[in-house]
């Protein structure tokens, strides 16, 4: 199945070498004290550098998206070298494997929380202090999209804690629906490609929206390389389509920047007078269609997906329900196109709303989602978090820029912009073939740790 958004590289590697494996017991709800339940958790750990009282660095993982790359190299790697640093990572609550509940009920997922999660890093970092015998080593968090977010969060709640943050691309703007986000990835063809990649692209829904008038579903069956069942005459069939093919999009310039988008622009002026049948064979060719695989675009197999409360059963071991229950009880951010543009608009605030209410079911209220969204504001600051010693770095590719933090003035809070690179790009080590930019941004970073540590 192709279509897990997040969720693509959600494997892990087996503990050898110098990683090693430990566990925490955190409380299964932070915020009731006389609910005694607990649960423990696993991490991992490379303590292969460490010296006495070397600073602690802890990777947040990106909701869903389990690593443990940032701890065996890059950039935080090999700061932890230099120092004689430890690393650390553990998964989010109620993914893979740090399952606190029985099930994923919708009564269960009640304890998978932004701020529950944010607690777990605290109770991470304790525990993680005390396995390598630490007294006075600086302790630091860092990560990526949710990942980044939940770094400076984390700092934000347990500054006594965590000694200094960096966030990679993180996502700090919560809103119920955004039409931003697509807008964003349209702005990227356009001024990074070019304006012809835009009109062609442009184009190509049109040719789509065309077909779906006349009801000629083989047709973009064909083209596409869609699975059956598929439904063209079901909107949400058709959103969660447009859907795929915009993600399918932008999940290039997120794996190869710049040129991702530059190659995908040359493909678009592959079959200059059919944009359409363009689109279809660069889809077909980068996404193995050609080779016997289909794309999945059927709502309701989708939805049996989300709504499966098992645990080790494909929606909850990918980690797509419990990834839409935080998109559709807390953090909102729900993408729709319905003002237009490049990509159509088919991806409506009714398809968001329907995946939230299909899968979760009774007992689920979507318009929580309006007060809970402006109280994560309230509580966190949204884009103005006021963090102090905390780095921002933005790949300015990244589809999820206008959530991110792109400017501060707060003291020793610091943005770096990075054009042409979408996220993850920074993470990795100092490499000459990096752009001037890039390099740039990874010797700031580096050299704010380097201050931070001796402070
Ligand atoms: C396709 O979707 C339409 C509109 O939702 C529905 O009326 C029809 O029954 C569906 N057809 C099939 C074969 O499921």
């Known amino acids: 199945m192709k279509l897990s958004f997040l969720f693509l590289c959600a494997t892990i590697s087996i503990a050898y070498g110098e990683l090693h494996d430990g566990r925490f017991t955190v409380p299964l709800d932070h915020f009731r004290p006389q609910d005694g339940r607990t649960v423990d958790f696993n991490y991992r750990t490379n303590i292969q550098y460490y010296q006495d009282d070397g600073p602690l660095f802890f990777y947040i993982n990106d909701a869903g998206h ?14 932890a070298m230099e120092f004689g640093g430890a690393l650390f990572t553990t998964d989010f609550r109620f993914f893979r494997n740090n399952l606190p509940t029985p099930t994923a009920s919708l009564a269960n997922l009640q304890f998978l929380t932004v701020d529950q999660a ?21 302790a630091f968090v860092f990560g990526t999209g949710i990942g980044g977010s939940l770094a400076v969060l984390a700092r934000q709640k347990y500054p006594h804690l965590i000694d200094a943050a960096w966030s990679s691309n993180g996502v700090f703007l919560p809103s119920v629906f955004t039409t931003d986000v697509y ?28 077909l779906i008038a006349t009801g000629n579903d083989q047709t973009l069956v064909d083209e596409f390389g869609i699975c059956r069942p598929f439904n ?15 993600e399918q999009i932008s999940s290039q310039f997120e794996r190869f920047h710049h040129s991702g988008l530059t190659s995908f622009c040359e493909s678009m002026s592959v079959i200059p007078a059919d944009p359409m049948r363009s689109l279809g064979r660069w889809i077909r060719f980068n996404f193995n269609v050609d080779v016997g695989t289909c794309q999945n675009y059927d709502y309701e197999g989708r939805i049996r997906l989300t709504s499966d409360t098992q645990w080790n059963n494909p929606g909850t071991s990918s980690g797509l329900r419990q990834f839409l229950y935080l998109q559709c009880t807390q953090m909102g951010n729900l993408r729709t196109n319905t003002n237009g543009g490049m ?25 929580e989602l309006y007060k809970t969204v402006e109280i994560m504001k309230m509580a966190h600051g949204g884009q103005n ?49 990096d752009s001037i930019v890039l390099y740039n941004a990874k010797t700031s970073v580096v050299s704010a740790f380097r201050r931070w540590n001796s402070d």
């Open 66 to 79: 389990f690593t443990t790359e940032w701890i065996e190299r890059g950039l935080i790697k090999d700061l």
């Open 118 to 138: 944010i607690a777990d890093i605290a109770v991470f970092i304790t525990t993680a202090r005390e396995h390598v015998s630490s007294d006075g080593g600086k």
């Open 183 to 210: 807008n964003t990835v349209a702005d990227n063809i356009r001024e990074v490609g070019s304006t012809e990649c835009g009109e062609r692209v442009t184009r190509a829904f049109q040719q789509i929206e065309d």
């Open 232 to 246: 063209i005459s079901s909107r949400m069939d058709v959103a969660m389509f447009s859907e795929g093919i915009v």
């Open 343 to 367: 990509f159509g608009r088919r991806i409506t605030e009714e398809y968001r709303q329907r995946l939230c209410m299909d899968s979760f079911g009774d007992g689920y209220d979507f318009d």
């Open 385 to 433: 978090p006021r963090v102090s010693r905390v780095f921002y770095t933005n790949g300015y590719l990244d589809q999820w820029l206008s959530t991110g933090i792109t400017y501060t003035y707060h003291e020793d809070a610091h943005v770096v912009n990075v054009p042409g690179y979408s996220r993850w790009s920074d993470l990795t080590s100092l490499n000459t073939l």
